[in-house]
């Protein structure tokens, strides 16, 4: 999505959570431009509705 603030790549939702590392467990979003964010040192959010990890380099919208 093309906005201004990080949102769930699979469900929309913005109540995300910040994860320090990535967990072998949950489905971590296999997409290049989050692969590229995360070398770039993005932050590793985690959507508990669809239990996904994604990084990304946009703010929370609170």
């Known amino acids: 999505m093309l906005s201004l603030h990080v949102c769930c790549p699979r469900c929309g939702t913005r109540d995300l959570r910040i994860f320090s590392k990535i967990d ?3 489905g971590l979003y296999n997409n290049p431009i989050s692969r590229i ?3 770039f040192g ?5 959507c508990p ?3 996904l990890q994604f990084f990304d380099c946009r703010k929370l919208s609170r």
């Open 37 to 39: 964010q995360q070398l």
């Open 24 to 26: 072998r467990i949950e």
């Open 49 to 51: 509705w669809c239990r």
């Open 42 to 46: 993005a932050t590793l959010w985690y």
